[in-house]
Every structure is written in structure tokens, then in C-alpha cells.
């Protein structure tokens, strides 16, 4: 048998069958060596998101120079960027897609695409946005019980176990995120902040990323007519992600909350947990547990509420260790008072450690070198360690502390104010570290996610933001000779107490101005930082670290449409001489590029200042289409640390539409 | 360009469809599957500290992913079908370890209502000596508590039923006559294998036909053809290879007593395997010649089979398996101390889709004959003769079912001497309904397997072969609560014996045998929980232990805890 004539037969048949034509219909019954499509198409698929079009150029009149090792040394070289978008990863469009199939079975998943839009058209990323989750849920007769399972979920169980810290709600309208949601009229952002003392914000706001499953229950029947519910999850949060060692080995966080619930109260049960290991067979290891009660009830109209139990911490040097946890709050309303007051005590024991609650970790440096991967690139360090002067309401381990807050009107004058002292309760190292609450942001765009930068390696940049270290000095010079400060031992340990302060001072009023209305916002946050008690933050130099900010929104509304908004801010950092003074030559090498040649150490402390200042539109383009325009100047500069100095300004360009 | 392109894509599968509604009326539908799956491995056994202490203890994955399926109609009867993967590693996040991928593109349609076509990414399947993706060893009749792992492996290299994915272009229709041929049905496609190489090898295509006449109700002959050949002037070699089968096939139906229905199937054909261009390359020739009687009796589905293929018969579109055994398995592919490379068993076979193969090979994939020796390429094995029975669906009781196969074949040439191999292999498969004995609302099943492998051959003591392979496997399923079934199950694997593995040139010359001892015993046992929203549609969470033993060689044995949680979704 010739196959090659069977071929020319079958290729011939192949090449001219379309030509004939046919009398009978197609029949179903017929051989077919495809795989017939069987399946059902989904009920439902939704698709929704928004389109973010960022224009940003930024452009530096004064800026330090760089010296990086066996990489540049020489002018800033860069003074002008021009970007779509900034170096975050923030989407462009941002599609998400819903569907339910059935049986209450759903799924969702989010793109994420990009264009630079610099002229080079492989840049392009089309990538997943948060990841593709699967939910069900399950209404029996004896609850509700939904299951998720995917990539990730905004969640948060209780404020000492998975919780991001939101603070008194106590911020500057100016800048905008790029989470932040439009508005259905384009003054609802500033009118619902001097109303309610909120915005709307996105899902993400005040929960964790977390990754794996999660599963819940309510209006299951409890006790005397309460109700339960459960919320449980395991997996891994932004702080398991690091891949220490390689990917797949262990590093998962669970965590579990049983709350029930009453006609006026509620109690609930939490545990959560985290586990590491840090070499590759798994004999390493690091853990931490936090385990605790909540409460919430009313007696005379007055609330308390709060939680309390133990955290401990663990790895395969250091013996498990257990310390307690209280965060306790007080509300008296304004019938008691005349106004309505807030009271919140709280302790955190130094061996109760957890970096994905509300408190910061100070004690464990293992733990500091958190991870966030971004777009595959190295990790970065997430937080600070060394004893952070804190703004009102956001706490740390190794603290005990008392604040009071109130907000009450005066005709249209809302204030809200708010002031905290608290002291560590072991003494663990001898450093503090301070965020730049107004100029951090512009600060973190020099460069997205990095550690020690700046003329004296002084900023490490986190998400839209930007803190500093500060180390005590064991000896200081005086009268040009250096004496020892007394403040560390010879092993480099503290011989003194920390105690920090910390005060808002919140103004928001309405006016009508031409018939418009006009908002003003002026935010106040003074923080200190020394070695002695103080109820209230110390206004003198005896304390270690001053920060002072100040930041005055105005948004006028012209039309419906269109509103006028304008910033203004000042930053003020005082250190006092027992910290980090200036006494070298940052760049020792200059001789060979001449900057700041014939460098003369002040030998002080830093003494910074931050200003900005900026104008901006808001417009309302269509019904959830929206184009936002901004431009600031900056300047920040240390009188003391005179290679810092930067000063520029930036101009946002932001057009979001919503669908 | 990639992603340039599944932008491109994306927004034009998802956007174009409702924006070009205005001007063409356009429909657009979804389906696809989403999938969590997430693994823990823990390494066990006695003594671990001695013998391995550079493995890691435990280690983790996982990947929650959307396939969604996009289809949408341009034109009347013209479908444009579209699979994209969006994947997240467990641990990823932030952008990092994520997947956005086309998995599949096709268009069919039916052109004036006569001719069907397909075009891109085909499922292709003709006759089990031409074409058919014959299902992995040991997987016959297995409980359905390890369903979840099988759909999974099946799923993700794109196993529908016995189709091979091939991508291409097929077409076929049908002729109705009305004097003596009743209808002709012609199918034809054309594939890319292999495409080109940059300074490689040459592309390889398929081209196939099938024909069937429908002489009247009860009779019907037909025709397969298949060619794979490489086309020479594609690449700068001066060899290219060719195998084109054809088969004959008479179908004969009709029913006894006018009441079992019946079917008497003969096919028969040749093949044809070389190298043009090469001198040293044989042409080898090869043919088959298949029988069977296939039977609806009450409920049970009866056959009977006689088979013989020929020792140079050879398919490529039936003789590629799916076990690839050169691949390194995923789970803990080196372990203990010696950092020894783990062998591909059964373990793998069951859960690690990453062993298996997506493509048709050229040559005789290597097997293991302790997990298949009769037929490891499936009814297209090349050197055997013999006969095979099937009873499948028996209804014993009403609370008992059985399935019943049996083979006896033999080779037709002795391999490296005159004596011949004897196979017997035999599987019976049980399911027990406990709760229709006790009458109980939730379903209580217990089910099991019984598969025992059989070679021998006699003669001197180097020629002598003797292997026993034998799976027993179980699976216990408990209803709960409505939907919600306690499962637990077990595979307990032997192979005793002696055995030649079979070395091959690449003209699958076999050119030297090496001397094997058997004295493995495999262990796999699952329990959990499995919540079944409806068929493919479920949440499952099980223990499973896995442990691999070779008698011979103890310090050598493995054995794994595993967790898994899987969420399967059919969209």
C-alpha cells in the first residue's frame, strides 16, 4: 500500500471539500474526531473597576547629591521626573470580574494593567491586581456560613490580632490615594469629613492583606437568646510572604474569633498566630501568639470596651515568652460632661509581639524586617524598631499608656482633639524613630521602598511614607570636647526610660463665602519623646525628639461640579543634643566631583523644617468620572544637616473614571 | 508582546463584544473553571534525624486560579472560543507569582448548515490505533474518593476523556443517500505537532481522515487515516520523519431476541514508521487486527475482544502516554541524606500533574512495568496477542455493584530470546451501598478495587521472568449532612519479581536489556471531609500519607504527610 498516494488523496479531499456543495443537512450523528463543547455557561459575570490616568512630574530647584558605592557619585541626576503614575504599584485600569455560578457559589478576580506610556510599548503590565478568590456560602438552620479561598482578602478579627491601625480618623484631605473612592458630588469628600469625621473609604482601610482561606458563621443561636458567630482564617498575611528562605517553605499565620453577641453587648474569644521557619530543613523557626478576650457593653450609657490577654513569642533561640496585652476604652458621653470624652489605657508587654495588629513591634528586631515583594523586587524593610514616637491612637509593645479624646461642636466650628503619654516598660535599646507626617510622601517618591537614603542615610520609605531613626549618643561634644551623656552603658544599652507624648488638635469648619460653601481643615499633631513623665507633650528641649506638624485644607466649592482646594503645611523636628549630631563629611569622596566641597559639621542635633504649600481642582467630569489637578511646592531642609536640603515642586494630573 | 498581546486579547474578549453590539448582533457567553488548591508536605518516617537532615521538614504551595472561558458568536453560526488563566501563587502577592495566560483559542462553526470546522486549539480523537489519549496506568476503576486528584492531573493537562489537545484545523460533515448508502460521514483535520525550530528540528505535522457508510441501520464500514511527518525543508536537516496508519473498520449491530442490543466491531490496519533521508534508519512496517463483541444485557455493559498487534506496529497518535517517567516529580524530587532522586511512583501518578505529558512523542515513551506491563500503550501496545473480557455495571443486589476485566495476551516475539511473554491481568471493582441495607437517609458507600498484573515467561534462569503487581484500593464515603461526606480511602500497592527494562536508539531499536528486581510496597491513605455543591463543584479538605518502600533497599524509603484543601468550581 502506498501511503504517500493516501496522503495527496486526503490532502486533496482536504484542500477542495469547501467547494462542493451539499443537498442534506448536517446531521449530529456524524463521526467527529473533535471534542464537542458541552458545557453550561455561567448564570451571571459582572465586570466593573476604574480607569486611573496619574500624571506626575516632579521638579527638584535643590536636591542632596548621591554617592552610592560602585554605582554613582555625583549631582542628583535626575532633577525633573516625568511619570504616568509613580513608582507604586497602583493600577491604571483596574477591571474586576464577578460571576456566580450556582448554588451561591461566586468567584472574583482583578486585572491590574499598566502603561508607562513613555514611548516604549514592551513596558506594558497586564497582570493580576489583589488575585482570584473563590466564596460560597451556606445558609442552614443552624447559621450562615460562607467560605472563601484565594488571593486576597481585606481582613481584620479584633485590634491585638489582625488589625491595621486607623487612628482617630485625623488627616489631610489634600493628597488622594489611589484606592480612594469618587464621590457621588464632587464636595461629598470634604462635606462628610466635617459632618461625620469620615470619607468613604476603600475595602482595604483598616484590614491586613491576608491570603488563604477563610471561613465564617453567624446567626448561629447562642446562650440566652445571644447570638454567634465565628470568623477563622489560615494562610498567610503580607508579613508570611517573605520566602526567607525559599519558596513553599513553612511561614503561615491562623487566626480565629468567636463572638457573642447580646442586645447591648458583645464578647468574643480570639486567638491568633503566626509561625516561620528560617532555615531550609525547618529546625529554625520563629512564632508569636496572641490570644485574648474582647468585651463591649453599656452601663449607665457608659461604654466600655477593650480586650485583653496574653502574647507570646518564640524561635528556636529564645525560650517561649508570655507577656499580657490590655487595650481597655472608656466613653463618657457629653450627658455626663457637657462633652463627650474617650478614655483609652492600654499595656503591651514587650514579650507580646505581633506585626499584623494595630500595635507596632519594638521588641523582637527579627520580626522588623517584615517583607512587602514589589512587582518581584527585593524585599524592603516595612517598619520601624527603635521606640517610635507614634501619632494619637496608634500604639506599640513594651508600652503602658493613657489617652482622651473628645470632639464636640461650637456652632460650626467641629473640634476634635486628643492627647497620650505612655512609657516602655523594659528598657530594650537606646534608639527612636519618628515618621514625617506632612512632607513624607513626597519624601517616599524619591525612592519607593527603600532603607537608608538621603545626604546622611537618614530615610527609610514605606508605603507613602517616610520615617527616621534617632540614636541616643553616649558622649556629646562640649565646649569642643566630647563627655559622656550618661544615657548609655558600655554595652551600648539605654540608662534611661523612654516615655513619649502625643496630641491632636483638629479644627473643621464650614462657611459660606459668595454663597458657596467653604471647608477649612487645620490638623495639629505634636509628638515628643524623652526620658521622664509627662502627661502632656514637653514643649522644651528636654526632650529627646519634637515633632511638630501642622496642615490647613481648604476646599471651596465653587460649583457643583468644581472645587478650589488648597494645602498648607509645616513640619518641625526638633532633636535635642543627646541624639545623632552632625560631625562628618557626607560625602568624604566629594574632592572628586566637587559637591559640597569644604563641608562643615555643624555638631548639632536636627533641627528640620518641612513646608508645603499647594492649590488644586477637583471636577466632576460625568456621574463617576472625575478629574482631580494639584500642584505643591515642597521644602525641607535641616538647618543642622546642611546636605539636607530638598526643595521642588510636583504636579498631579488625575483623571478616574469608574464603571 | 506578550502581554501586549493579552492586552489586546482581554480587552477585546471582554470589552468588544458588548461595544460592537450596535452593530452586529453579538453574543457572548462564559464558562471555565476556578480552582483553590493548597498543599502542605511534610517529610516522615523513623529516624529521620539520621538518615535525612538536609531535606526540608515541610514544605507548602498553592495557587487559587479563574480559567474563564469566553465565547462570543460574530456572525450567525461562527463561535470564537477563548480560555484565560489568571493565577496567583499562594504567597504571592502584590503582583509577585502571578499568571495572566491564554490557555486555549479556538473558533468552530458550521458553514451553510452542512460543514462543521474547528480552527486553533482541537480536542482530537479517532480510532484506538490512530488517534486516542489512553488514561494513565492503575487508574481503572479507582474509588471515587481519589476523583479529586484524577480530575485535577486531567484538567490541568487538558485530558478531555480519550481526546488528545492538538492545535489546527478540523473539519467534518455528512452526506445522506437514500438508495444503497444510507449516509457518509467524512472528518478531516490537520495539526501542528511540532512547529518549526530555529535551527532544530523540522515541524512536524498530522493530517487525518475518517470516513464511515452507513450501508443501513445494522451495518456500517469505515476508515481511519492518520499521517505525522516532519517536513524536511522546515529545518536544515536532510531527515524527516514519517508514520502514517490506516485501518479498516465493519460495524455490525443489532440485537438478540430483539432485546439485548449488540455490536460486532473488526477493524484491522497497517502502519508505517522511517526516517526519510536517513540510511541507517529501518522502515519499519506494522499492522493490528482487532475483534469485538459488545453487548447490553440488563444493566451490565458486556465485552469481549480478541486483539493482535504486531511487534513493529507503531501510532504515534495512540502509542504517546501520559506518564512521562524522565520527568522529576514536584514533591521532595531529592530526599535524605544522599540526596537521592526520587523514582516517579505512585504517589506521583495519583496527585502530581506535573509528571504527565501534553504531547504526542515520536518514539516509544518509556514505561514502568510495575504500574503497567500488559498494556502500557494501551490496546495500540505493539508485540501482543491475545484477548480481553469486560462486565461492567453488574447489578449483584440491589446494594452491591460490580465490574469485572480480564486480559490474557502474549507477546508475538520473544524479546532478546525465542520464549514469550504471558500476561494476565485482571481488575474487579466493587460498590456497596451500606445505606440501602440499613436503610439509612445518608449515603454510606464503601467501594473497592482488586487490580493484579501477572508476567511470566519461562525458560533458562536468565530468560525467566516472573513479576506480580498488585493494587488493592478502597474508599469509604459517609454522608453527614446533606452533601457533606466524611471520606476515607486507601491504596496498597506490591510488585515482586524480576523483570528486563528495555533500552531503545532513537529508531526504537532495542539495543539492550538491563535486569530489574521488584520488591516495592506503596501505601496511600486519604481522609477528610468533601462538600459537594454539585458534580464538579466541591470543597474538600483531607490527610493523605504516602509512603514508598523498596524491600530491598530500606534506607531508601519515603514517606510523606500531605494536607490538602482543594475548592473546585465549574463556571
Known amino acids: 500500500m502506498s501511503f504517500n498516494y493516501i496522503n495527496n488523496i486526503i490532502m486533496f479531499i482536504f484542500l477542495i471539500f469547501p467547494y462542493f456543495s451539499f443537498s442534506q443537512n448536517y446531521i449530529d450523528s456524524t463521526f467527529q474526531s473533535n471534542q464537542p463543547s458541552v458545557k453550561d455557561p455561567i448564570s451571571s459575570l459582572r465586570m466593573s473597576g476604574y480607569f486611573r490616568y496619574l500624571g506626575y512630574v516632579r521638579n527638584f530647584q535643590d536636591i542632596y547629591a548621591l554617592d552610592i558605592d560602585n554605582y554613582y557619585s555625583g549631582e542628583y541626576p535626575q532633577p525633573t521626573t516625568i511619570s504616568i503614575g509613580t513608582g507604586y504599584r497602583e493600577p491604571m485600569l483596574m477591571l474586576s470580574i464577578s460571576g456566580k455560578t450556582k448554588k451561591k457559589l461566586t468567584f472574583g478576580t482583578d486585572l491590574l494593567m499598566n502603561s508607562p506610556f513613555n514611548g516604549d510599548f514592551d513596558n506594558n503590565l497586564l497582570s493580576l491586581y489583589l488575585g482570584s478568590n473563590l466564596y460560597s456560602t451556606l445558609n442552614t438552620s443552624v447559621g450562615n456560613f460562607s467560605l472563601q479561598a484565594g488571593g486576597i482578602r481585606w481582613y481584620r478579627q479584633s485590634k491585638l490580632t489582625a488589625w491595621a491601625e486607623e487612628g482617630y480618623l485625623r488627616y489631610s484631605l489634600f493628597e488622594r490615594a489611589p484606592y480612594d473612592p469618587l464621590t457621588r458630588e464632587v464636595s461629598d469628600r470634604y462635606s462628610s469629613y466635617y459632618k461625620k469625621g469620615s470619607i468613604s473609604q476603600d475595602l482595604r482601610f483598616g484590614n491586613i492583606a491576608f491570603q488563604g482561606i477563610t471561613f465564617t458563621g453567624s446567626s448561629m443561636r447562642g446562650l440566652y437568646n445571644s447570638e454567634l458567630s465565628f470568623q477563622s482564617i489560615l494562610g498567610k498575611t503580607q508579613n508570611n510572604i517573605g520566602e526567607i528562605i525559599s519558596y513553599g517553605k513553612d511561614d503561615y499565620a491562623a487566626g480565629i474569633r468567636v463572638n457573642n453577641s447580646f442586645a447591648n453587648s458583645s ?322 569622596n566629594d574632592n572628586s566631583w566637587g559637591v559640597t566641597e569644604n563641608y562643615e559639621p555643624s555638631f548639632k542635633s536636627r533641627n528640620q523644617y518641612g513646608k508645603i504649600i499647594g492649590a488644586g481642582i477637583d471636577i466632576k467630569l460625568n456621574d463617576g468620572a472625575y478629574l482631580f489637578l494639584r500642584h505643591s511646592y515642597f521644602h525641607f531642609f535641616d538647618e543642622n544637616f546642611s546636605a539636607t536640603n530638598i526643595k521642588g515642586s510636583e504636579s498631579t494630573f488625575e483623571l478616574k473614571i469608574n464603571f | 508582546m506578550k502581554n501586549q498581546f493579552l492586552s489586546f486579547l482581554t480587552f477585546f474578549l471582554l470589552f468588544i463584544a458588548t461595544s460592537i453590539q450596535a452593530q452586529i448582533k453579538s453574543k457572548v457567553w462564559y464558562d471555565g473553571n476556578a480552582r483553590v488548591m493548597y498543599d502542605r508536605n511534610v517529610l516522615a518516617g523513623s529516624n529521620l534525624d539520621q538518615t535525612d537532615t538536609v531535606s526540608s521538614r515541610s514544605t507548602g504551595q498553592g495557587f487559587s486560579k479563574i480559567d474563564l472561558g469566553i465565547h462570543f458568536t460574530p456572525v450567525k453560526d461562527i463561535e470564537i472560543n477563548s480560555s484565560i488563566r489568571l493565577q496567583n501563587d499562594f504567597g504571592g502577592m502584590w503582583g509577585n507569582r502571578n499568571t495572566v495566560a491564554l490557555r486555549s483559542l479556538s473558533a468552530t462553526g458550521v458553514i451553510k448548515n452542512k460543514i462543521r470546522f474547528s480552527v486553533g486549539d482541537l480536542f482530537l480523537n479517532q480510532s484506538k490505533y490512530t488517534l486516542y489519549n489512553y488514561s494513565q496506568e492503575l487508574a481503572k476503576y479507582e474509588p471515587s474518593v481519589f476523583n479529586f486528584y484524577r480530575e485535577y492531573i486531567n484538567y490541568e493537562n487538558y485530558y478531555i476523556k480519550n481526546y488528545w489537545r492538538l492545535q489546527g484545523i478540523q473539519t467534518n460533515f455528512s452526506y445522506n443517500m437514500y438508495k444503497f448508502i444510507e449516509q457518509i460521514d467524512l472528518d478531516i483535520f490537520s495539526s501542528r505537532v511540532r512547529g518549526s525550530q530555529w535551527l532544530g528540528d523540522p515541524e512536524l505535522l498530522m493530517i487525518g481522515g475518517t470516513t464511515f457508510i452507513r450501508l443501513n441501520k445494522n451495518f456500517k464500514i469505515g476508515s481511519h487515516y492518520i499521517n505525522t511527518f516532519e517536513v524536511m525543508s522546515s529545518s536544515n536537516t536532510n531527515v524527516a520523519y514519517y508514520n502514517p496508519v490506516i485501518t479498516a473498520k465493519i460495524i455490525y449491530s443489532d440485537k438478540i431476541y430483539e432485546k439485548y442490543p449488540y455490536s460486532l466491531i473488526f477493524e484491522g490496519g497497517l502502519s508505517q514508521r522511517g526516517w526519510r533521508g536517513d540510511e541507517f534508519a529501518p522502515e519499519t512496517n506494522g499492522s493490528f487486527f482487532s475483534s469485538s463483541f459488545k453487548s447490553k444485557i440488563k ?264 494536607l490538602v484543601f482543594m475548592f473546585n468550581m465549574n463556571l
Do not use: W
Request: hydrophobic share 35%; aromatic share 16%.
Open chain 2, 299 to 562: 444493566s451490565s455493559n458486556v465485552s469481549l475482544s480478541f486483539r493482535y498487534v504486531d511487534t513493529d506496529f507503531r501510532s504515534i497518535g495512540s502509542q504517546s502516554r501520559r506518564i512521562h517517567y524522565s520527568l522529576t516529580p514536584t514533591s521532595y524530587p531529592f530526599y535524605n541524606n544522599n540526596f537521592t532522586q526520587r523514582k516517579i511512583s505512585l504517589l506521583d501518578i495519583v496527585s502530581d500533574p506535573n509528571i504527565y505529558n501534553q504531547k504526542l512523542s515520536t518514539s516509544l515513551m518509556n514505561y514502568n512495568p510495575m504500574y503497567s506491563a500488559t498494556m502500557p500503550y494501551g490496546d495500540a501496545t505493539p508485540n501482543r496477542i491475545g484477548a480481553e473480557i469486560n462486565i461492567e455495571d453488574i447489578n449483584v443486589t440491589y446494594f452491591l455493584k460490580l465490574n469485572l476485566d480480564a486480559k490474557y495476551f502474549t507477546e508475538i516475539s520473544g524479546q532478546g530470546t525465542r520464549e514469550k511473554r504471558d500476561f494476565l491481568n485482571g481488575v474487579i471493582y466493587s460498590k456497596l451501598f451500606l445505606n440501602k441495607i440499613f436503610d439509612l437517609n445518608r449515603p454510606i458507600i464503601i467501594e473497592t478495587s482488586f487490580n493484579s498484573e501477572n508476567v511470566k515467561r519461562a525458560g533458562s534462569a536468565i530468560e525467566k521472568i516472573s513479576l506480580n503487581n498488585h493494587l488493592l484500593s478502597g474508599g469509604v464515603s459517609i454522608g453527614i449532612i446533606e452533601n457533606l461526606n466524611l471520606i476515607c480511602g486507601a491504596k496498597m500497592f506490591s510488585s515482586k519479581g524480576n523483570e528486563y527494562l528495555i533500552e531503545r536508539n532513537k529508531y526504537d531499536e532495542i539495543i539492550d536489556y538491563d535486569k530489574v528486581t521488584y520488591a516495592n510496597e506503596e501505601k496511600i491513605v486519604i481522609a477528610g471531609l468533601q462538600y459537594y455543591f454539585e458534580k464538579d463543584t466541591y470543597i474538600t479538605l483531607q490527610f493523605n500519607h504516602f509512603n514508598v518502600l523498596d524491600v530491598d533497599n530500606v534506607k531508601d524509603e519515603f514517606s510523606m504527610k500531605r
Open chain 1, 267 to 588: 464578647f468574643a474569644l480570639n486567638y491568633f498566630t503566626s509561625f516561620t521557619a528560617t532555615d531550609s530543613v525547618r529546625y529554625n523557626y520563629r512564632t508569636f501568639s496572641i490570644y485574648s478576650s474582647e468585651f463591649d457593653f453599656k452601663l449607665q450609657n457608659l461604654r466600655f470596651s477593650g480586650e485583653f490577654g496574653l502574647g507570646t513569642y518564640e524561635s528556636h533561640l529564645i525560650d517561649k515568652s508570655i507577656g499580657e496585652i490590655i487595650l481597655f476604652n472608656f466613653d463618657i458621653p457629653k450627658e455626663y460632661l457637657g462633652i463627650p470624652f474617650k478614655i483609652q489605657y492600654s499595656r503591651i508587654a514587650p514579650e507580646a509581639v505581633n506585626v499584623n495588629s494595630s500595635f507596632q513591634n519594638t521588641t523582637v528586631l527579627d520580626l522588623v524586617n517584615t517583607t512587602v515583594i514589589e512587582e518581584g523586587t527585593d524585599a524592603t524593610v516595612l517598619s520601624s524598631f527603635g521606640g517610635p514616637v507614634n501619632n494619637l491612637g496608634y500604639l506599640a509593645n513594651n508600652r503602658e499608656g493613657y489617652s482622651l479624646n473628645t470632639e464636640f461642636k461650637l456652632g460650626d466650628l467641629v473640634v476634635s482633639l486628643g492627647t497620650g503619654f505612655y512609657y516602655e516598660l523594659e528598657r530594650i535599646n537606646s534608639n527612636f524613630s519618628y515618621s514625617h507626617n506632612t512632607t513624607g510622601l513626597m519624601l517616599s517618591r524619591i525612592s519607593y521602598f527603600s532603607s537608608g537614603y538621603g545626604p546622611y542615610s537618614q530615610f527609610n520609605s514605606y508605603y507613602r511614607g517616610v520615617f527616621e531613626n534617632v540614636n541616643i549618643q553616649d558622649s556629646i561634644y562640649s565646649n569642643d570636647s566630647l563627655v559622656a551623656t550618661g544615657l548609655i552603658d558600655p554595652n551600648g544599652l539605654p540608662l534611661f526610660d523612654k516615655f513619649y507624648c502625643s496630641s491632636d488638635f483638629h479644627l473643621k469648619y464650614k462657611i459660606n463665602v459668595f454663597d458657596k460653601n467653604l471647608y477649612l481643615f487645620s490638623l495639629t499633631n505634636y509628638n515628643t519623646a524623652q526620658d521622664f513623665l509627662s502627661f502632656f507633650p514637653v514643649i522644651n528641649s528636654s526632650a529627646f525628639i519634637r515633632s511638630f506638624n501642622h496642615q490647613i485644607d481648604v476646599c471651596y466649592e465653587i460649583s457643583k461640579s468644581t472645587n478650589l482646594v488648597f494645602k498648607h503645611a509645616t513640619e518641625r523636628v526638633i532633636c535635642n543634643e543627646f541624639t545623632d549630631f552632625d560631625d562628618k563629611d557626607p560625602y568624604p
